[in-house]
């Protein structure tokens, strides 16, 4: 049952790759896995119910703990480096093939990771609050797609240098006007 699943998921990625979220049908992905269509649907009930289920295994979406560390935005480096082993997988998902479900997905709980964890550092939910954390998440995300789609070479380590530059001076100087 669970290759059944696998292989119906990664048929879904390497369709996404070859021609985009939008063009692949239940029909490519039934013929790419080699199932059949009642052993599909036992599994899965359309097309995004498989792009979903694939989401769920990116661990690297799913809130990490609090870091001890005092710094903001801990998850940056684990993220890219979490990306960088399964490159394939997410830029199939969030890259410019994948359509705006996935990427909507991923800015929903990034930003919800973001709001938490400057909430937890003093700052209190406001509009001002939403705008910084739409702001950061489209900083982290812009750079996460980019990377995936090729369109630039970095480490992931060069990755989280760039971004932690380019957000938390913004950041610090936003709480502390508070």
């Given at each position: 049952?669970r290759r ?6 990664e ?9 985009g979220y939008?063009?692949v ?26 792009l979903f289920?694939?989401i769920e ?8 703990a ?21 490159h ?12 705006g479900?996935?990427m909507?997905r991923?800015e ?5 990771m ?6 937890a550092a ?11 954390v ?5 900083a ?8 995936v ?9 060069e990755?989280d ?8 001076p ?8 508070k």
């Open positions: 049952m059944t699943r696998k292989a119906i998921q048929a879904l990625v390497a369709l996404i790759l070859e021609k939008d063009a049908t239940v029909t490519d992905v039934i013929n790419r896995a080699d199932v059949g269509r009642s052993t599909f649907y036992a599994h899965f009930s359309d097309k995004q119910d498989v289920s694939t295994q990116l661990a690297f979406l799913r809130p990490a609090p870091a001890c560390t005092g710094e903001f935005f801990a998850f940056s480096l684990p993220m890219f480096e979490h990306v960088g082993e399964r394939r997988l997410v830029r199939a998902l969030l890259g410019r093939r994948g359509g479900l996935p909507a991923g929903q709980m990034l930003g919800r973001v709001a938490e964890e400057l909430v003093g700052a209190r939910p406001s509009p001002e609050l939403d705008r910084l739409i702001c950061v998440v489209g982290f995300l812009t750079l996460l797609r980019a990377w789609d090729g369109d630039i070479s970095a480490t992931p380590a990755l240098a760039a971004f932690r530059a380019t957000v938390i913004g950041v610090q100087a936003t709480l502390a006007r």
